[in-house]
């Protein structure tokens, strides 16, 4: 696979075994309970609450995303480790309030399960808030793998959880299909040589180029992932 900007869309993928999904901003819209979490952490502090608007498109950045949009805090800031603690443990506490699979997730997960076509997450969250999310949302018994940010040594962009993933899915890497919303997410993809496809539902925000990142497509509604697939 080359990293072309210019991929044709359309062009079914053979062979594909399993479908693999980022989790905030792909699988799960998680950004209402990140927003949540931080807003609690700014009213703490004397600070109003911040749009939802303001919040969504740093909602797969996790904490150093949220903690620059909430609080103008960089990791380099003398309070920037209290600070992401404080963050997680509200987010923690507030794990599934609103987080809902996105709209079209279960009809497209009922359709690979139709067509035995194993499915997985691979994220960067933290296995200690993915693994209690998959199971409130009763998804963690059908996924054939959770590839957490703490599963493996390096978390994307790094192509360890993507070949995890596959490993646990009993496919090469040319037979997942990963699904992401953020540049990394397809970084790691092609660093793994496997397909991938950008979800534009997700948590893009203006400055991203997502037709430069070397997807094989973009989607803009999950059920459109079958178009790629063989039946």
Excluded at 121 to 142: D, G, H, Q, W, Y
Excluded at 175 to 180: H, M
């Amino acid at each position: 696979m080359t990293n072309n900007a210019t991929k044709q869309s359309g062009i079914k993928l053979v062979g594909i075994k399993a479908v693999l999904f980022d989790l905030d901003g792909t699988l799960v819209d998680t950004a209402p309970d990140l927003g949540y979490a931080l807003n609690l952490q700014r009213a703490r502090h004397g600070l109003a609450p911040l749009s939802d608007d303001l919040i969504r498109p740093q909602a797969s950045h996790g904490a150093r995303g949220l903690l620059a949009a909430g609080f103008d805090l960089t990791p380099e800031a003398p309070s920037f480790a209290r600070m992401r603690e404080e963050f997680l443990q509200l987010y923690a506490d507030n794990i599934c309030r609103h987080s809902r699979p996105f709209p079209g997730i279960l009809d497209l997960l009922a359709e690979l399960d139709a067509r035995q076509l194993k499915w997985g997450v691979v994220t960067n969250k933290p296995a200690c808030f993915t693994e209690p999310l998959m199971s409130i949302l009763e998804l963690a018994e059908r996924a054939a793998c959770i590839i957490s940010g703490d599963t493996c040594p390096h978390p994307k962009p790094h192509p360890a959880p993507m070949l995890a993933a596959a490993e646990l899915c009993g496919a090469t890497p040319a037979q997942c299909l990963y699904l992401g919303d953020a540049e990394r997410d397809i970084q790691a993809a092609n660093a793994a040589a496997m397909p991938s496809l950008v979800a534009a539902w997700g948590y893009l925000d203006a400055g991203d180029q997502p037709h430069t990142w070397g997807a094989h497509a973009q989607i803009r509604h999950p059920i459109d992932t079958l178009d790629y697939l063989p039946r």
